[in-house]
């Protein structure tokens, strides 16, 4: 069966197919399908008119190039395929291998007969170097796990079922995640022992080698805790005294460089708290949102679904994934869940839980927040009612619903 095609990343990179001055940059956190978003871009390539000939594609952890680990290396090997006219089209998968790759890939950028695209271990490509190596000369596409409307469409993809009752796929969305490998697992077990080999490859392959992690046992106590607590307001402060409370002392500066670990690893995704009165980001305290929920489930004996956290992180991700920037709002004493912004600069604002339909003091608690908000941006309440309220303007949507039809804010 070939790829499951996640059109949602492709439109975005398009546009770039063919240039041959920026190299393409696909960032995302290990297992998310980097290499094959990339087989994706080759196919429409080649379904679009361009020459196999005019492909190169190298895959640097394959059997067949596990020993090109320096640029000279590198160098040769695209050059020993590089025979075909015209416009180039070079794919390097895993190019942290090679020692001083920026100065190989940036040459071939810089000669004009080469669109380039790459991806690579993110504790590296996302820790400045490329940026000043490549000197600015790259545009990066973030990829993420399955969000839930790709993970219901992949389960069809694969002949999985999909139940009429999307309540039900949703716990097991929550429960399983959305690494695209673990759609394709029948057994429940076999998914979680996936999952948490995932996150045994990140430690190994892309913070040890980064981080001097003196105590791996601090290190995951850190990293188990902020995982247990993914959608709370966290500071470097309050994680401390939490962490003292449990008998673990470590320095500020030690949790604040492991912190920046799992984010750069992509592990956690850092929001930032915006004050919407004075107009300004908050600084100390944020919010820590999983990469894939399955993160926390695979660390956690604990299988009951919180759904407020939950659903909070499944609508960030969904928003990441339509590159929509995003916040957590402050009006006053009140907050308001996410700030959406969208590459034109339009704003909406976002409220997220399970139900409003318990009490009027449910229902308030969702709208008052949004109902303070001054200015006329679009406000939603997302939940997975399907009796919808109407309330002064704002919309009550049906978050399931809204995600399955691919819906944008």
Not at 189 to 201: G, L, Q
Not at 351 to 363: D, G, R
Not at 381 to 397: A, E, F, P, W
């Amino acid at each position: 069966m070939g790829l499951y095609i996640r059109e949602k990343y492709l439109k975005k990179i398009r546009g770039f197919y063919h240039d041959t001055e920026i190299i393409k940059v696909i960032t995302g956190v290990r297992r998310s399908g980097k290499s094959c978003l990339m087989e994706m871009v080759k196919e429409e390539l080649i379904c679009g008119g361009v020459w196999r000939e005019n492909i190169i594609f190298l895959d640097l952890d394959s059997r067949a190039y596990r020993k090109i680990k320096t640029a000279d290396q590198l160098d040769t090997l695209i050059e020993s395929f590089a025979k075909a006219d015209g416009v180039k089209y070079l794919f390097i998968d895993e190019i942290q291998n090679v020692k001083g790759f920026e100065e190989v890939v940036n040459a071939y950028r810089a000669d004009g007969n080469f669109s380039v695209f790459i991806t690579g271990s993110n504790s590296y490509l996302l820790s400045g170097e490329l940026a000043t190596k490549l000197t600015g000369r790259y545009v990066e596409f973030e990829l993420f796990p399955l969000s839930f409307d790709e993970y219901l469409d992949m389960k069809e993809f694969y002949g999985k079922k999909v139940g009429a009752n999307l309540q039900i796929e949703l716990n097991n969305y929550l429960n399983e995640g959305g690494f695209p490998k673990v759609v394709q697992y029948d057994d429940f077990a076999d998914k979680r022992t996936y999952v948490k080999s995932v996150i045994n490859e990140i430690f190994e392959k892309d913070i040890k080698k980064r981080v001097k992690v003196r105590n791996v046992e601090s290190f995951n106590n850190v990293r188990n805790f902020i995982i247990n607590n993914f959608g709370a307001t966290i500071s470097i402060k309050s994680l401390q005294e939490a962490l003292a409370k449990n008998g673990i002392e470590i320095k500020r500066a030690t949790l604040a460089r492991y912190i920046e670990a799992l984010t750069q690893s992509k592990i956690l995704y850092q929001c930032d708290r915006f004050d919407m009165k004075s107009k300004r980001a908050l600084s100390g305290e944020k919010k820590y949102y999983l990469a894939d929920i399955s993160f926390y489930f695979a660390t956690n004996t604990d299988n009951r679904i919180n759904y407020g956290p939950a659903l909070e992180n499944m609508v960030y991700i969904y928003a990441r994934s339509l590159d929509y920037a995003v916040s957590v709002g402050r009006i006053g004493k009140l907050e308001c869940d996410f700030i959406f912004r969208d590459n034109n600069l339009n704003y909406s604002y976002v409220q997220v839980a399970y139900t409003i339909s318990e009490s009027k003091a449910t229902e308030d608690r969702e709208y008052v927040p949004l109902e303070s908000i001054p200015d006329n941006y679009p406000k939603y309440v997302l939940t997975t009612d399907y009796l919808l309220q109407k309330r002064n303007g704002i919309k009550h949507l049906n978050l399931l619903e809204l995600m399955k039809a691919h819906s944008v804010f």
